[in-house]
C-alpha cells in the first residue's frame, strides 16, 4: 500500500509554491506512481489529476456564486493558452463550486504557473503564502 507523500512549500526543497507546483505536477506527468496531487492553502485547494496517457485535468475549488469569467476579471487570474474549461459549476446551497480544466501533460509550466497564480488571486492570499501539495491515489 503507498501512502501519501507530502511536500510544503517555504522550504529549502521547496523554496516558494510556483517551484513546489512545478516539481509535483512534473513528477506526477513523469512517474505516474500517483494519480493526482492536491494543493492545499487553508483557504482554498487544487488538484492535478493524470487522465490517460496525455492529458493532466485542473480541478480548482470554486467557493463562489459567481461565474468564473467575472470573478476571474475581477481577480486580474486568465485561463493561459493550452488550458481548456472542461466543466464549471458555481456554489450552491448544499455544494461547493468546482471549475475544471484539461491540459496536455507536457504544458508541466504553464500548468504550475497558472495554478500557483490561483491561491492569491482566487482565494486571496499574501504574496508570500505558504502551500502543501499532496501526492494521492
Known amino acids: 500500500m503507498r501512502y501519501p507523500k507530502t511536500f510544503q512549500s517555504g522550504t529549502i526543497e521547496c523554496p516558494i509554491p510556483h517551484a513546489m507546483v512545478e516539481r509535483m505536477v512534473g513528477e506526477l506527468v513523469r512517474e505516474?506512481?500517483?494519480?493526482?496531487?492536491?494543493?492545499?492553502?487553508?483557504?482554498?485547494?487544487?488538484e492535478v489529476a493524470l487522465k490517460g496517457s496525455s492529458d493532466v485535468v485542473i480541478n480548482?475549488?470554486?467557493?463562489?456564486?459567481?461565474?468564473?469569467?467575472?470573478?476571474?476579471?475581477?481577480?486580474n487570474l486568465s485561463i493561459p493558452a493550452g488550458l481548456e474549461?472542461?466543466?464549471?459549476?458555481?456554489?450552491?446551497?448544499?455544494?461547493?463550486?468546482?471549475?475544471?480544466?484539461?491540459?496536455?501533460?507536457?504544458?508541466?509550466?504553464?500548468?504550475a504557473e497558472f495554478v500557483s497564480r490561483v491561491f492569491p488571486a482566487l482565494y486571496g492570499l499574501p504574496p508570500n503564502y505558504r502551500l502543501s501539495g499532496t501526492y494521492q491515489g
Open 85 to 111: 474549461v472542461m466543466r464549471f459549476k458555481t456554489k450552491g446551497w448544499f455544494f461547493a463550486g468546482f471549475l475544471e480544466l484539461k491540459a496536455d501533460a507536457t504544458e508541466v509550466q504553464r500548468v
Open 60 to 75: 480548482i475549488a470554486y467557493p463562489f456564486k459567481d461565474e468564473y469569467q467575472a470573478r476571474f476579471a475581477r481577480d
Open 32 to 46: 505516474r506512481e500517483w494519480s493526482w496531487v492536491t494543493f492545499e492553502s487553508g483557504r482554498g485547494f487544487v
